[in-house]
C-alpha cells in the first residue's frame, strides 16, 4: 500500500485516476457481454456469444499491466483485455456482427481477429495451440530487441491440452517474456475441475519448469493486477515467465447456447456473492469515497459508448458474397 502526498492509501500503486479507469473497464466488460447476448437473442449475430460474466476482473486487472508495446494473446472470455490494450468498441461491435467493415471483413463473428497495430492476436480456436505461438513472439521480441512482453490466457480445460507443456517448457528453458494466465473458472464447457486435475493447484505446475507459480483470487481486480505486474516485470528484466491460476466462476454458461443446467444453482450462488464488479465497487465507495453520481455517470458514458458502436455496426453492411474467396491462400 503506497501514500500519495494527501496522505491518501492506495492499493497497488494506483491514483484514485487510475482506480476509476479500472471500475470503467470492469463495467465497460460487463456492459459490452450484457449487448452482446441481447444482440444474440435478438438473431443480429452471425457467430456465437461467448461471456466473460464472472471474469472481467482477471481480464481488465492483468491486462491493465501491459505498457503498449507489448502484446496481448488473448483467450474467449477476455473481451476486458481487448478494450484495456486499447480496442475500440467499434471494431468490438463490428467484428461480433461479422460487418464487412470489421477487422476480419466480416469473416468471423467473434473474437478471433489480429489487430498488430495494438499487439492484440486472439485467438486460435484450438485450445492450447495459441500458447506455442504467444511463445514465438515472445522470442520475436527478444530477437528484435524490443523489450516487450507478452500476455497469454489459457482455461481451466484447456491447459490440459500437450501444447500447454510444450510452450510453457520452451519459455521456461529460453527464459523468454512471456506471462500466462490459467482462468481456473471451474467449469470446461460442463466438466467441473474436479474431473480435469488430480492436483489441487494449478499453478503448482510451475515449479515442474522452474518458474514461479501463483495462485490468486480472479474476482480481486487488485489482486489480480499486483501478481501480474510483478510477473510482467520479472518478464521485462529478463528472468522468464510465470504461470498465474486466476480462481473464478464462469457465471454464466459455455456460450450463449448453454443454459449450464449442470451447475449446481448454490456453488452459482457463493460465486455471485464475490461478484468482481462489486466487490471492486465496494472497495472505492468505503476507500475513495466513490459517489453515486460517479457511478451514475460512468453508466451512461457506458451506455452511450455501446450504443454509438452498436448503431454503427448495424449501419455497416454484411460481406459481399463475391468477395468470399479474397484473402485464402489457395483455392
Ligand atoms: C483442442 C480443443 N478441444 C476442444 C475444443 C472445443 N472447446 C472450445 S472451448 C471449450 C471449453 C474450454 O474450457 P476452458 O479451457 O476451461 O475455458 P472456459 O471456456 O471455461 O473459459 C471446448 C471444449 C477446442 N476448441 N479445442
Not at 480456436?125 to 505461438?133: G, N, T
Not at 523468454?176 to 460442463?190: D, G, K, M, R, T
Not at 519448469?209 to 505486474?229: A, K, M
Request: net charge negative.
Amino acid at each position: 500500500m503506497q501514500k500519495d502526498e494527501t496522505g491518501q492509501k492506495h492499493p497497488a500503486g494506483l491514483t484514485r485516476e487510475q482506480l476509476l479507469e479500472l471500475y470503467y473497464y470492469l463495467r465497460l466488460t460487463r456492459a459490452c457481454d450484457d449487448a452482446i447476448l441481447r444482440l444474440y437473442k435478438q438473431g443480429k449475430m452471425v457467430g456465437g456469444a461467448y461471456t466473460g460474466n464472472g471474469n472481467e476482473a482477471t481480464a481488465v486487472g492483468s491486462s491493465y499491466a501491459l505498457r503498449r508495446e507489448d502484446y496481448l494473446f488473448p483467450m474467449h472470455r477476455d473481451l476486458g483485455a481487448h478494450l484495456v490494450k486499447g480496442q475500440s468498441l467499434r471494431n468490438i461491435f463490428f467484428q461480433q456482427l461479422g460487418r464487412a467493415g470489421s477487422l476480419t471483413r466480416g469473416r468471423d463473428g467473434t473474437g478471433h481477429y489480429a489487430d498488430p497495430e495494438l499487439r492484440i492476436y486472439g485467438n486460435v480456436s484450438h485450445l492450447a495451440a495459441m500458447i506455442p505461438v504467444a511463445v514465438g513472439a515472445a522470442l520475436a521480441s527478444r530477437m528484435k530487441k524490443q523489450n516487450a512482453v507478452v500476455l497469454n490466457y489459457i482455461g481451466d480445460g484447456g491447459c490440459n491440452v500437450g501444447d500447454f507443456h510444450e510452450g510453457l517448457n520452451m519459455a521456461a528453458v529460453m527464459k523468454l517474456p512471456f506471462v500466462l494466465i490459467v482462468e481456473n473458472n471451474q467449469f470446461a464447457y460442463s466438466t467441473p475441475v474436479a474431473r480435469q486435475h488430480a492436483a489441487a493447484r494449478i499453478s503448482d505446475r510451475a515449479a515442474g519448469y522452474g518458474i514461479p507459480g501463483f495462485t490468486i483470487d480472479g474476482t480481486d481486480v487488485l489482486q489480480v493486477f499486483e501478481t501480474t505486474r510483478t510477473a510482467v516485470e520479472r518478464a521485462r528484466r529478463g528472468e522468464g515467465p510465470t504461470l498465474i491460476e486466476s480462481v473464478t466462476m464462469r457465471m454464466h454458461g459455455h456460450s450463449a447456447s448453454d443454459d449450464a443446467s449442470y451447475v449446481p444453482g448454490d456453488l452459482l450462488e457463493s460465486w455471485r456473492s464475490k461478484d468482481p464488479l462489486a466487490r471492486f465497487e465496494a472497495v472505492l465507495v468505503s476507500g475513495y469515497s466513490l459517489t453515486t453520481a460517479e457511478k451514475e455517470s460512468t453508466g451512461q458514458r457506458i451506455h452511450d459508448e455501446i450504443e454509438e458502436a452498436i448503431h454503427a455496426a448495424m449501419e455497416d453492411p454484411a460481406p459481399l458474397p463475391e468477395t468470399a474467396t479474397e484473402g485464402v491462400y489457395a483455392l
